[in-house]
């Protein structure tokens, strides 16, 4: 079955800075990838998908995420963060038909004045 | 458009007591998922319904828990009786079909502490 780790537990930047999180997966055949937010109280909000094509993804809020098949990786970017990406964020994987997606623990994000 | 709704959005009650979680999908969504994700952790699958049929029921424990959705609609998730353990977020979330392209959208998830 598929999997996620995403290494970083907890991650603290200052505000203005870059940001990249962390995510392997492990699946045996193309994988559908995806990132979430969650803020606190919140429900998990799509950031970005991955299913083909073009390796370099563009999502909401200024997020963008790499595909690296070599490396079993989708590290998630943000070139200067804001206060308000202070969050939780999960890296999920599924197959084709999205009947079976695997969570991330999460990487929970602090955001410095 | 209205997201996806859950109630109640907070639980607390006492071990071996039953408890019911609400969802409603997102409307022309056929297929729900419901998840507990538990502290520091992803969510889990529990079940996910396309219409009104279980599909995916495998992660559901069955002993306590159970689950329908009448209608293909609106669903209910149910725990009796309640155990520690089950102390958690469940959440609901919806998506247009079951095919690997479809985003899954999140409803805010019902906080659930078992005492």
């Known amino acids: 079955a598929q999997s996620v780790t995403q290494p970083d537990i907890h991650i603290t930047v200052s505000e203005g800075a870059s940001l990249e999180l962390r995510c392997n997966y492990s699946?045996?055949?193309?994988?559908?990838l995806f990132w979430y937010v969650q803020s606190p109280g919140q429900g998990l909000q799509l950031l970005l998908k991955?299913?083909?094509?073009?390796?370099l993804v563009q999502g909401i809020k200024g997020f963008e995420a790499e595909f690296k098949r070599s490396q079993s990786s989708f590290n998630l970017r943000k070139p200067s963060v804001h206060w308000s990406d202070a969050a939780e964020y999960f890296c999920a994987v599924a197959k084709y038909n999205n009947n079976d997606m695997r969570f991330g623990a999460g990487t929970r994000l602090t955001v410095k004045p | 458009e209205a997201g996806v709704v859950q109630s109640p959005r907070y639980k607390i009650i006492e071990k071996k007591q039953p408890v019911a979680f609400w969802c409603n999908p997102i409307?022309?969504?056929?297929?729900l998922y419901w998840y507990r994700q538990n502290l520091g952790q992803g969510p889990e699958l529990l079940i996910r319904y396309e219409n009104e049929e279980a599909v995916d029921d495998s992660q559901l424990p069955k002993d306590r828990f159970s689950a329908e959705r009448l209608k293909g609609v609106d669903s209910t998730l149910k725990i009796q009786p309640a155990e520690l353990g089950d102390s958690a977020v469940y959440l609901c979330?919806?998506?247009?079909?079951?095919?690997?392209?479809?985003?899954?959208?999140f409803g805010p998830g019902t906080r659930l502490l078992v005492l």
């Open positions: 991955y299913f083909s094509g073009d390796t």
């Open positions: 979330a919806s998506s247009l079909e079951s095919s690997g392209q479809e985003t899954q959208y």
């Open positions: 699946y045996g055949a193309t994988p559908y």
């Open positions: 409307s022309g969504h056929n297929t």
